[in-house]
C-alpha cells in the first residue's frame, strides 16, 4: 500500500474543494463521458478525508512519526493508517464502478434511485468493503498470475477458470476477516457506551 505524505494529502484536500462544483448536477445530464461525474465525485473522496474510515489530523501526524495515539500504541496506528488509506483507494473506485447520479449523490450525502441518503450510504459502504477485499486479495497474489489473470490467462500450474477461482477464494477470505473485525469494533464501541463514570 503507498504511503502518502501530509502535503500530497494536503494538495489532494484542495483539488478536490476546487473541483466540488463539478458536482453541483447529476450525471443523467447528458453531458460529456457517461462516467464523469462518477470520476468527479471519486476525485472529491480521495483526499485527506475518507468517507467511510475515520482518523485525526493527531494520529496522522502520529504514524508518520511511528508513534502511538488515541490509547494506541505505533503499531496499531500504523495498521489504522493502512486501513484508512485502502478505504481512501476502494472508495475512489467503488464511485467509478457507481451510476453516475449514484456517485455525485453518495459522495454529496444524498439519496438517489429510490434510495434515500441513509440508503445510499449502505449500499455505498458495502460495495466499498467488496472492493477493499479485491484490493487485498489482488495485493497478495503473485506479479505473474495477477497480471495472467487480468489478461484472461492461467499461471503456476493453474488455468484462467482455477486462477479465477482461486482470487474469488481470496476475497472471499479477505471480506470475512474484515467484516468480522468491524463486527468486533461496534461491540468495543457498544461496551464503552454503556459505561458509567464508576467503571474507570
Do not use: P
Request: proline fraction near 0%; hydrophobic fraction near 40%.
Amino acid at each position: 500500500m503507498k504511503k502518502f505524505s501530509m502535503t500530497f494529502l494536503l494538495a489532494l484536500a484542495v483539488t478536490a474543494l476546487v473541483s466540488t462544483g463539478a458536482l453541483a448536477h447529476c450525471g443523467s445530464c447528458g453531458v460529456g463521458d457517461e462516467h464523469a461525474h462518477a470520476k468527479d465525485a471519486a476525485a472529491k473522496v480521495t483526499t485527506a478525508k475518507a468517507m467511510t474510515a475515520k482518523m485525526g489530523e493527531c494520529c496522522m501526524k502520529s504514524a508518520a512519526a511511528g508513534k502511538g495515539c488515541c490509547g494506541m500504541d505505533a503499531g496499531a496506528v500504523q495498521a489504522k493508517l493502512a486501513d484508512y488509506e485502502l478505504t481512501t483507494e476502494a472508495e475512489a473506485i467503488a464511485l467509478e464502478k457507481m451510476h453516475s447520479c449514484c456517485a455525485t449523490a453518495v459522495a454529496d450525502g444524498k439519496g438517489c434511485c429510490g434510495k434515500d441518503a441513509e440508503g445510499s450510504k449502505v449500499a455505498f459502504a458495502s460495495l466499498v468493503l467488496d472492493t477493499k477485499a479485491e484490493l487485498t486479495a489482488r495485493d497478495k497474489m503473485h506479479s505473474c498470475c495477477l497480471t495472467a489473470m487480468d489478461g484472461g490467462e492461467g499461471c503456476c500450474g493453474k488455468d484462467s477458470a482455477g486462477l479465477k477461482t482461486a482470487f474469488e477464494s481470496k476475497v472471499s477470505k479477505a471480506r470475512e476477516i474484515m467484516v468480522a473485525a468491524s463486527e468486533a469494533g461496534d461491540k468495543i464501541k457498544g461496551a464503552k457506551k454503556n459505561l458509567t463514570k464508576a467503571d474507570y
